[in-house]
């Protein structure tokens, strides 16, 4: 009998959402929460997993080769094992206890992070060698195939190679990362709306094929492909709500520029001004906020941050504030007592 351990980070990011999967730009931090999986080996293809997060079941069970998709948090782990076996791994049965400080749900990367963790785990297990680049590759494919969610990569990348002090610009066209410092006059409240719906997968992949059909109408492979025409030409020619999808794609990609140049300038003020017109976007033109996140945006501005804005694919989930080095917890607490809904803090970062 054999064990091994594998650990994945949840992820913010701090700017760039939705652009991943439209070839953009995105800049995520690590967390320091995270998902540890605990593999033991058994001597049959039985899968079996437990887990102390919330949700249903907290156990079960499968066999090798006959991985069926079911809605439940353990497709991302058939989805692992089914693609593993797909390119040629050998790997047997084997039991997982899966541990958890991530809120599920969050827009925290939750799922992305269960999977690399189970990767990782798996690999040591059975001796696979699976680098960072095929584990990030292998997760999406999971929660693509198996998980319902046409994402893009921005939550196995920043996974696999996030930083929990340092952002993390990747260009999603092809990959290229590079470190950003963060200032130390700064740090990000995560504050989580306590709030999830039930629909987010369906509008999420309704967005993403919003802007498959924006690139028809426009004749391009990604709406990365539009940056160098005026973007009033380029909405002209797009029926409503293509053309407030792809502002917003747009804009937001100048927008991650525009803070790769606040945070090097350690300008803490404009970078606030950049989160705060990314919520406005996604908000208005991609319409992926709900009454309870804009509440806490609202409250986090109100009570002295820098800026806020909603954090994930939207429809429920978290926010981030910027606030100076050292008050973000202060700022949370001001925040939650106003908000109406059963919100609480996640986390500080760095």
Same mark, same amino acid.
């Given at each position: 009998?054999?064990?091994?351990?594998?650990?994945?980070?949840?992820?913010?990011?701090?700017?760039?959402?939705?652009?991943?999967?439209?070839?953009?730009?995105?800049?995520?931090?690590?967390?320091?929460?995270?998902?540890?999986?605990?593999?033991?080996?058994?001597?049959?293809?039985?899968?079996?997993?437990?887990?102390?997060?919330?949700?249903?079941?907290?156990?079960?069970?499968?066999?090798?080769?006959?991985?069926?998709?079911?809605?439940?948090?353990?497709?991302?782990?058939?989805?692992?094992?089914?693609?593993?076996?797909?390119?040629?791994?050998?790997?047997?049965?084997?039991?997982?206890?899966?541990?958890?400080?991530?809120?599920?749900?969050?827009?925290?990367?939750?799922?992305?992070?269960?999977?690399?963790?189970?990767?990782?785990?798996?690999?040591?297990?059975?001796?696979? %060698? *699976? +680098?960072?680049?095929? &584990?990030?590759?292998? @997760?999406?494919?999971? #929660?693509?195939?198996?998980?319902?969610? $046409? /994402?893009?990569?921005?939550?196995?990348?920043?996974?696999?190679?996030?930083?929990?002090?340092?952002?993390?610009?990747?260009?999603?066209?092809?990959?290229?990362?590079?470190?950003?410092?963060?200032?130390?006059?700064?740090?990000?409240?995560?504050?989580?709306?306590?709030?999830?719906?039930?629909?987010?997968?369906?509008?999420?992949?309704?967005?993403?094929?919003?802007?498959?059909?924006?690139?028809?109408?426009?004749?391009?492979?990604?709406?990365?492909?539009?940056?160098?025409?005026?973007?009033?030409?380029?909405?002209?020619?797009?029926?409503?709500?293509?053309?407030?999808?792809?502002?917003?794609?747009?804009?937001?990609?100048?927008?991650?520029?525009? %803070? *790769? +140049?606040?945070?090097? &300038?350690?300008?803490? @003020?404009?970078?606030? #001004?950049?989160?705060?017109?990314?919520? $406005? /976007?996604?908000?208005?033109?991609?319409?992926?906020?709900?009454?309870?996140?804009?509440?806490?945006?609202?409250?986090?501005?109100?009570?002295?941050?820098?800026?806020?804005?909603?954090?994930?694919?939207?429809?429920?989930?978290?926010?981030?504030?910027?606030?100076?080095?050292?008050?973000?917890?202060?700022?949370?607490?001001?925040?939650?007592?106003?908000?109406?809904?059963?919100?609480?803090?996640?986390?500080?970062?760095?």
């Amino acid at each position: 009998m054999r064990r091994a351990t594998g650990f994945a980070p949840g992820r913010i990011n701090l700017i760039g959402e939705h652009t991943d999967y439209n070839d953009g730009l995105v800049m995520p931090i690590a967390l320091r929460l995270g998902v540890t999986v605990a593999a033991t080996s058994r001597d049959d293809a039985t899968i079996r997993l437990t887990t102390d997060a919330p949700v249903t079941p907290q156990h079960g069970s499968y066999i090798l080769g006959t991985e069926r998709s079911d809605g439940t948090w353990l497709d991302r782990a058939k989805g692992v094992t089914a693609i593993l076996a797909r390119e040629g791994a050998r790997i047997g049965g084997f039991g997982a206890d899966v541990r958890s400080d991530l809120p599920v749900g969050a827009g925290l990367g939750s799922s992305a992070a269960f999977a690399i963790a189970l990767l990782r785990a798996v690999s040591k297990l059975f001796d696979l %060698a *699976v +680098d960072d680049a095929a &584990a990030a590759r292998i @997760a999406h494919a999971a #929660e693509s195939e198996f998980g319902g969610a $046409r /994402s893009g990569m921005l939550d196995q990348l920043a996974s696999v190679y996030g930083r929990p002090s340092d952002a993390l610009l990747i260009d999603m066209r092809d990959h290229d990362t590079e470190v950003i410092a963060l200032p130390r006059t700064i740090e990000v409240a995560v504050i989580d709306s306590g709030t999830r719906h039930e629909h987010a997968t369906g509008e999420y992949n309704r967005r993403r094929a919003e802007c498959e059909q924006a690139c028809v109408h426009l004749g391009v492979v990604s709406l990365r492909d539009v940056e160098a025409r005026p973007l009033d030409e380029i909405l002209e020619r797009l029926p409503s709500p293509l053309d407030r999808r792809v502002r917003h794609v747009v804009t937001e990609n100048a927008r991650v520029r525009r %803070a *790769v +140049d606040a945070v090097r &300038a350690h300008d803490d @003020a404009g970078l606030g #001004e950049i989160l705060d017109a990314s919520h $406005r /976007s996604l908000r208005d033109d991609y319409q992926v906020s709900t009454p309870e996140l804009d509440q806490l945006v609202q409250l986090a501005t109100g009570a002295g941050a820098f800026g806020a804005r909603m954090v994930g694919g939207g429809f429920g989930g978290s926010i981030i504030a910027l606030t100076r080095r050292g008050e973000g917890r202060k700022l949370a607490t001001r925040v939650l007592e106003g908000y109406r809904g059963d919100g609480n803090l996640v986390a500080v970062v760095p």
